[in-house]
């Protein structure tokens, strides 16, 4: 069983930072460090939209280029947590953002990831 749990949304200015926070509780199964991370994200009314990815060993990081060089996904292996760093945000990162997981897959595809939690709104304000 694995659950994850997102924290860390709220209220910014544009040109802002946050910092989103997934705290993953696998009671059963394979370890955290088995598990590769991607976090996601859906404004109202849109389908939901790839926002960042990280391996298993923490090695290898993937964003789509609207948030390229923005965002930066971490992951503390010691604290099964992965982390989302963002800066210089706009309004259009205004958002539902969730965290996924998957034992088989690394990247942008959104069936990819078998574990989801129910996400943290972030909302920017100009």
């Known amino acids: 069983q694995v659950q994850l749990v997102e924290s860390g949304g709220g209220p910014v200015q544009a040109g802002g930072s946050l910092s989103l926070t997934c705290t993953v509780s696998?009671?059963?199964?394979?370890?955290?460090?088995?598990?590769?991370f991607s976090w996601f994200r859906q404004a109202p009314g849109k389908e939901r939209k790839y926002v960042a990815a990280?391996?298993?060993?923490?090695?290898?990081?993937d964003y789509p280029e609207s948030v390229k060089g923005r965002f930066t996904i971490s992951r503390d292996d010691e604290k099964n947590t992965v982390y989302l760093q963002m800066t210089s945000l706009d309004p259009e990162d205004t958002a539902v953002y969730y965290c996924g997981a998957s034992l088989d897959y690394s990247g942008s595809y959104f069936g990819g990831y078998q574990y989801w939690g129910q996400g943290t709104q972030v909302t920017v304000s100009t």
């Open positions: 990280i391996n298993w060993r923490g090695d290898w990081t």
């Open positions: 696998i009671t059963s199964g394979h370890a955290f460090t088995s598990y590769a």
